[in-house]
């Protein structure tokens, strides 16, 4: 048996493989035996090597480097500037007259944070969303039993009235099994939510394990709880059962004396959930499959959509078929193989559409100048939501089914972002912390919108050049400028946008005829920039195929950039 490669066998030193190990370079995190120490220590006689018995492993400090003095490690903290500082730092008259504290004091002080809301993250608030996922999974068992004596009942009531009555009683289970798979659907969605969420909360407490246990000073100061998410719990949303009311059979007037069916409906717990006390063990939750950015893109379709001038807005109703919108007052419906057009709606008020999104049950919803966000159902239009003082510009459906809607205000100073459930205004989002605005104000300029998987809002600012993303509260994350060099070499001039199944953000640059790729963080990833000419809107399929409106040759583009 090979001592170097048994599983039996104890650590051997990584220099020379064959001793036991008996000394760390906490410096370096490398095992050393005794012999090999003296060689360690002048392999790289830079650093400040810090050899420690085996045993004493990272015990040893890694202070973080200065970042204003090469070479030089932080081992003070400034409490006004918030940033770690070193000798040379203090020495200057940047920090004259701050107060200054150990860095071990405050890494302390750090951890002893993190370990409280790890605690509670583990204790309380995962066991908590523990429970939610088993209630929502009862109440849709209760739901299915409940339904099916509904269904029982109409069924005995049936039994008494003649033949030519069956047709009523199909009509009203039909209606009972269509309001069970509404409930049922609803519920299973909140379950979703409730699992996305224990999945997070899950990854948060990874995260926070490994800063904590990490002797890597400069990680505690790079992780950010966000614990304060997960303290507001979702509402509770408890189905309303529908009751059968029977009638005396009477031969006249049947449709009516048959019975009539109340609807089912949801109503919120007024008390909701309640956070839990007691320690549970979390499971593991679900996450989509990782896919990996192609080398080669490939076009697998092309889409002429015919409209006369312009071609501006694409939204995915299906994985088969899109919607599109153009400098017109119609917005179409086309069959992506076929490259047919299967519908027109022609907007209610005479208007272009501003913007157009698919909702989560499949209708077409889209903002108007006249100051209404709009949504066709069965081709009939109903207008949700009218403003005052506000024009709408762009505008999406949530995971949670709610709109966010991007807006404008009459003197065109002011920008920001609303949701909305149903005709509910539920948020506002306008400013930073610091009050200034989040958004760029002026005439004339598309402000499109999007949410990604992490719950991310993200805008793509054509008057600011940039791509701001908030977190689902309304806090700035970070603001995507483009990236150098450009395929065109023209400056950033972002328009469409959309995300993918791995948190990805794509958003259009017209100027530079192609499509950026960020990360969930703001990283940039690469440019899609195959023979695509002035893009402009783009959604992605639940394949995450791109689709992509190009403006002015009135196509809409179908590529394939991930495997």
């Known amino acids: 048996m090979d001592p170097r490669t048994s599983a039996q066998d104890v650590m051997r030193c990584d220099l020379c493989e064959t001793a036991v190990v008996q000394m760390h370079c906490d410096t370096c995190l490398v095992n050393l035996c005794t012999a090999c120490v003296g060689k360690h220590m002048i392999s790289d006689e830079s650093k400040d090597h810090k050899v420690v018995k085996f045993q004493a492993r990272k015990s040893t400090p890694l202070y973080p480097g200065c970042k204003s003095h090469s070479k030089q490690q932080c081992t003070m903290y400034c409490d006004?500037?918030?940033?770690?500082?070193?000798?040379?730092?203090?020495?200057?008259?940047?920090?004259?007259?701050?107060?200054?504290?150990?860095?071990?004091?405050?890494?302390?002080?750090?951890?002893?944070?993190?370990?409280?809301?790890?605690?509670?993250?583990?204790?309380?608030?995962?066991?908590?969303?523990?429970?939610?996922?088993?209630?929502?999974?009862?109440?849709?068992?209760?739901?299915?039993?409940?339904?099916?004596?509904?269904?029982?009942?109409?069924?005995?009531?049936?039994?008494?009235?003649?033949?030519?009555?069956?047709?009523?009683?199909?009509?009203?289970?039909?209606?009972?099994?269509?309001?069970?798979?509404?409930?049922?659907?609803?519920?299973?969605?909140?379950?979703?939510?409730?699992?996305?969420?224990?999945s997070d909360i899950k990854d948060e407490i990874d995260?926070?394990?490994?800063?904590?246990?990490s002797n890597d000073l400069s990680k505690l100061f790079k992780v950010t709880s966000n614990v304060n998410i997960y303290r507001s719990l979702p509402q509770k949303p408890v189905p309303t059962l529908s009751k059968f009311i029977p009638e005396k059979i009477q031969e006249e007037k049947l449709s009516k004396m048959f019975g009539t069916l109340s609807s089912g409906s949801f109503t919120s717990d007024k008390d909701g959930y309640i956070m839990k006390t007691t320690q549970k063990s979390p499971e593991a939750g679900s996450s989509p499959p990782?896919?990996?950015?192609?080398?080669?893109?490939?076009?697998?379709?092309?889409?002429?959509?015919?409209?006369?001038?312009?071609?501006?807005?694409?939204?995915?109703?299906?994985?088969?078929?899109?919607?599109?919108?153009?400098?017109?007052?119609?917005?179409?419906?086309?069959?992506?193989?076929?490259?047919?057009?299967?519908?027109?709606?022609?907007?209610?008020?005479?208007?272009r559409a501003e913007d157009i999104a698919v909702t989560k049950s499949g209708d077409l919803v889209y903002t108007d100048y006249d100051?209404?966000?709009?949504?066709?159902?069965?081709?009939?239009?109903?207008?949700?939501?009218?403003?005052?003082?506000?024009?709408?510009?762009?505008?999406?459906?949530?995971?949670?089914?709610?709109?966010?809607?991007?807006?404008?205000?009459?003197?065109?100073k002011q920008t920001k972002v609303v949701r909305y459930s149903g005709s509910t205004e539920k948020q506002t989002i306008q400013f930073h912390d610091k009050g200034q605005p989040l958004y760029s104000s002026g005439a004339g300029y598309n402000r499109y919108i999007t949410e990604n998987r992490n719950l991310d809002i993200c805008v793509s600012d054509e008057g600011a050049k940039a791509v701001v993303v908030v977190n689902q509260?309304?806090?700035?994350?970070?603001?995507?400028?483009?990236?150098?060099?450009?395929?065109?070499?023209?400056?950033?001039?972002?328009?469409?946008?959309?995300?993918?199944?791995?948190?990805?953000?794509?958003?259009?640059?017209?100027?530079?005829?192609?499509?950026?790729?960020?990360?969930?963080?703001?990283?940039?990833?690469?440019?899609?920039?195959?023979?695509?000419?002035?893009?402009?809107?783009?959604?992605?399929?639940?394949?995450?195929?791109?689709?992509?409106?190009?403006?002015?040759?009135?196509?809409?583009?179908?590529?394939?950039?991930?495997?």
């Not at 015919?306 to 007052?329: F, H, K, M, P």
């Not at 970070?478 to 990805?504: C, E, L, M, W």
């Open 80 to 198: 006004k500037c918030e940033i770690p500082v070193c000798t040379k730092c203090l020495a200057s008259d940047q920090h004259l007259g701050h107060k200054l504290s150990e860095i071990l004091v405050i890494v302390d002080e750090k951890k002893i944070k993190m370990i409280k809301e790890q605690s509670e993250l583990k204790e309380t608030i995962y066991p908590t969303y523990e429970d939610i996922a088993s209630d929502v999974k009862n109440r849709m068992s209760q739901l299915k039993k409940k339904y099916g004596d509904l269904s029982t009942a109409i069924t005995k009531h049936g039994e008494d009235w003649h033949r030519e009555i069956d047709k009523l009683v199909k009509k009203l289970k039909a209606e009972v099994e269509e309001m069970k798979s509404t409930q049922l659907q609803t519920l299973q969605k909140h379950l979703d939510e409730i699992n996305k969420k224990m």
């Open 207 to 213: 995260s926070l394990e490994m800063a904590i246990n």
């Open 290 to 351: 990782v896919k990996q950015l192609l080398d080669e893109l490939e076009t697998l379709k092309t889409v002429n959509t015919g409209y006369n001038q312009y071609l501006i807005n694409v939204a995915c109703l299906s994985d088969e078929e899109i919607w599109t919108r153009g400098s017109d007052t119609t917005m179409k419906l086309y069959s992506i193989n076929q490259g047919s057009l299967l519908k027109s709606i022609t907007t209610k008020s005479g208007n």
């Open 371 to 412: 100051r209404t966000v709009n949504i066709v159902k069965n081709e009939k239009i109903d207008e949700v939501i009218r403003l005052q003082n506000w024009k709408p510009r762009g505008v999406c459906s949530t995971s949670s089914g709610d709109l966010l809607v991007t807006m404008y205000s009459d003197d065109y």
């Open 473 to 563: 509260a309304g806090k700035l994350r970070f603001r995507y400028t483009g990236h150098t060099p450009a395929p065109k070499n023209q400056p950033f001039y972002p328009v469409g946008i959309t995300t993918d199944s791995q948190s990805h953000i794509l958003t259009a640059d017209y100027n530079n005829h192609c499509v950026h790729i960020i990360d969930q963080d703001g990283q940039f990833l690469r440019y899609i920039d195959c023979g695509l000419s002035r893009p402009w809107g783009l959604c992605t399929d639940t394949n995450d195929n791109l689709f992509v409106a190009q403006r002015e040759n009135r196509q809409v583009m179908k590529i394939k950039y991930m495997c």
